[in-house]
């Protein structure tokens, strides 16, 4: 299983970035997806994940109304599309698949099987 997460960059504070992680799974709407980021000297931390089955999404209190998640089943693609980013926004953006539906769990890292490479978001004027 590979993962990649494309998309990153340096943008302006107040900008936009969209991400997107691409799946070499052929069932692919079976796996949950989340974005996670982690910024230097910090720990991983949980941005927002899109369960299967139910596509809910779900998004951490930091990004909540800035940030949108979805997917595309059928190219096996999560983009994750950024609005109204701020410096604290600037992270390595990680994203990660597990097999089945989530909900309380999809927020943890040890949740997830399956982890991409990462890509850098700068935010920065």
């Known amino acids: 299983v590979q993962l990649q997460a494309s998309g990153g960059g340096l943008v302006q504070p107040g900008g936009s970035l969209g991400l997107s992680c691409a799946a070499n799974?052929?069932?692919?709407?079976?796996?949950?997806v989340g974005w996670f980021r982690q910024a230097p000297g910090k720990e991983r931390e949980f941005v927002a994940g899109?369960?299967?089955?139910?596509?809910?999404?779900y998004y951490s209190d930091s990004v909540r109304d800035r940030f949108t998640i979805s997917r595309d089943n059928v190219k096996s693609t999560v983009s994750l599309q950024m609005n109204n980013l701020k410096p604290d926004d600037t992270a390595t953006y990680f994203c990660?698949?597990?097999?089945?539906?989530?909900?309380?769990?999809?927020?943890?890292?040890?949740?997830?099987?399956?982890w991409g490479q990462g890509t850098l978001v700068t935010v920065s004027s």
């Open positions: 990660a698949a597990d097999w089945g539906p989530k909900s309380r769990n999809i927020y943890f890292t040890k949740t997830y099987q399956y």
């Open positions: 799974l052929h069932t692919f709407s079976m796996y949950t």
């Open positions: 899109i369960s299967s089955r139910s596509n809910s999404p």
